[in-house]
Nanobody
Framework: QVHLVESGGGLVQAGDSLRLSCVAS????????IGWFRQAPGKKRDFVVA????????YYTESVRGRFTISRDNAKNTVYLQMSSLKPEDTAVYYC??????????????????WGQGTQVTVSS
């Protein structure tokens, strides 16, 4: 069992930056990729970015490439999502998820084994 807790969401203006954190606990000794997904009101949950255990491989969806940066500190069991140049269309609940197959190219929800509860990001225009 991997327990994930997201934090760092909030209300910001367009063009601002925000850093989300995803802290993992449980199942020590396992290696896993972490993915971030987001779900806007009335829409399905979409893949944003993922990173493998070592941090050496990442994969971004096109709409955030160049604006978002994912990183991880395994000593702190934490994955970060640095979001810059935020746009109103980035408004969503952001979820982190763990893939025990450690595949940074997992973009589908069913490829992930554990999920956090989500953190709200709202970008005003």
């Amino acid at each position: 069992q991997v327990h994930l807790v997201e934090s760092g969401g909030g209300l910001v203006q367009a063009g601002d930056s925000l850093r989300l954190s995803c802290v993992a606990s449980g199942r020590t000794g396992s290696t896993y990729a972490i993915g971030w997904f987001r779900q806007a009101p009335g829409k399905k949950r979409d893949f944003v970015v993922a990173i493998n255990w070592s941090g050496g491989s990442t994969y971004y969806t096109e709409s955030v490439r160049g604006r978002f940066t994912i990183s991880r500190d395994n000593a702190k069991n934490t994955v970060y999502l640095q979001m810059s140049s935020l746009k109103p269309e980035d408004t969503a609940v952001y979820y982190c998820a763990a893939d025990l197959h450690n595949n940074p190219f997992s973009i589908r929800e069913w490829e992930y084994d554990y999920w956090g509860q989500g953190t709200q990001v709202t970008v005003s225009s």
